[in-house]
């Protein structure tokens, strides 16, 4: 793929697509898991179409090295603009679409909530009614998140605990959940939902709170940068590693029938034990070099979050391999590397 001139490349490559293998469409795909989800996919046969949208800068960084793979194919859209989604959906009439797209972002969603309710929620549903008006066979996944919890009601959090969101973006998440299962008993479409708790990766954005650590730590060693700052210490989260969260998804829509999911590892950790292991793994003490900026705090918090995988073992065979210790350790061994040590 000439990324160079993307506008002609990608519409000229589409339109030679021939289908010979099943064919998959991410939205999100130059994000964290989009990438990981692609190289699984394209390992597996599979043709992958990807919505990429237009950016002034380079938006492409997670997926560059399979620009030239001769089964990917990238197309630019948003996921607000239906009238796009609804055309490409028409022309692919893709075997499975997986939508990651979304503006990810808890903190940002309480500083954009409309955009994020439109890009989250809406978009969730302005996909389902293209593939919907397209007539097509599609298996559809959602990335629906543990983040719908929010001030949790049980613990652990398992398939059927009750929701009680704590941000924009959680709202929006719920919206686009429901609307998954609302087009699944309405219209009889193959949609599942994959509740994910948190996954990280070297290729996790950098103001996430794992990122922003590992980075950090990394930085710090290399005598980059004196201190870092970091707002809740005290919060919990269930960490687990993005390259094998993908592969969940996947399975999801190979079953019989669709249903929805806990992706979890079953351990949670606070921030502050994250920033120690991490430190810690450097050979540095993280109070030291760590300090509290309220900056970083949420108008509304989710404290603990600690998911229950059972179901995902049971029928999916699904388990996670990469616990938090490995997951932290892992992530600050690249950034070490990224920095050129
Ligand atoms: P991410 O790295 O933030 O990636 C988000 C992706 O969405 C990027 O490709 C981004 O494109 C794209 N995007 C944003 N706004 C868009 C729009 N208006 N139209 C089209 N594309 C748009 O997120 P991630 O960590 O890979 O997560 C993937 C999905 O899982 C997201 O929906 C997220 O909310 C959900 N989720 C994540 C976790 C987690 O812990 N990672 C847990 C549960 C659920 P650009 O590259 O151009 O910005
Ligand atoms: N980002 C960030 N930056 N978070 C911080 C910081 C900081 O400096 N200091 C403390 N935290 C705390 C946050 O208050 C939150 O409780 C926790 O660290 C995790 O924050 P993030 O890494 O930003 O992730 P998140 O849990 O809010 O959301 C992520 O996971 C969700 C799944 O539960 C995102 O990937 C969402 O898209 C995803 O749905």
Not at 73 to 85: I, K, M, Q, V
Not at 208 to 231: E, P, W, Y
Not at 318 to 333: I, S, Y
Request: hydrophobic share 40%; with cysteine.
């Amino acid at each position: 793929m000439n990324c160079e001139e993307p506008a002609l490349a990608i519409g000229a490559v589409a339109r030679q697509f021939a289908r010979v293998a099943s064919n998959a469409f991410i939205t999100g795909i130059t994000g964290q898991d989009g990438s990981y989800l692609s190289e699984f996919l394209l390992e597996k046969g599979y043709h992958v179409h990807g919505l990429v949208r237009r950016a002034s800068t380079d938006n492409l960084q997670r997926i560059r090295h399979l620009l030239d793979h001769e089964r990917l194919t990238l197309h630019h859209g948003d996921l607000t603009d239906g009238g796009g989604l609804t055309r490409l959906v028409a022309e692919l009439k893709p075997d499975e679409v997986y939508n990651l797209a979304a503006q990810s972002h808890v903190k940002i969603s309480f500083d954009t909530p409309d955009y994020t309710t439109d890009v989250t929620a809406v978009g969730a549903v302005r996909l389902l009614e293209a593939i919907r008006s397209a007539g097509v066979k599609t298996r559809y996944y959602q990335a629906s998140s543990s983040e719908m919890f929010g001030k949790v009601r049980e613990t652990p959090q398992v398939e059927t605990t009750p929701f009680h969101p704590r941000s924009p973006y959680a709202c929006a998440k719920l919206f686009a959940h429901w609307i998954t299962i609302n087009f699944r008993e309405a219209y009889g479409q193959f949609g599942c939902s994959g509740i994910l708790f948190n996954h990280e990766s070297p290729r996790r954005g950098e103001t996430f709170v794992t990122r922003k650590v590992s980075m950090a730590v990394a930085r710090i060693k290399l005598g980059l940068q004196d201190k870092l700052a970091l707002g809740n210490l005290d919060a919990k989260r269930d960490w687990g590693y993005a390259k094998e969260y993908v592969e969940a998804m996947w399975l999801m829509l190979q079953q019989d029938e669709p249903d929805d999911f806990v992706i979890a590892t079953g351990e949670t950790h606070t921030v502050r034990e994250l920033a120690q292991v991490a430190f810690d793994h450097v050979g540095l003490d993280w109070e030291q070099y760590t300090e509290v900026d309220p900056t970083y705090y949420r108008p509304a918090e989710v404290d603990m979050l600690l998911g229950d995988p059972g179901k995902a073992k049971r029928v999916l065979g699904w388990e996670p391999a990469t616990k938090f210790e490995g997951l932290v350790r892992l992530m600050v061994d690249e950034d070490l590397k990224l920095l050129g040590s």
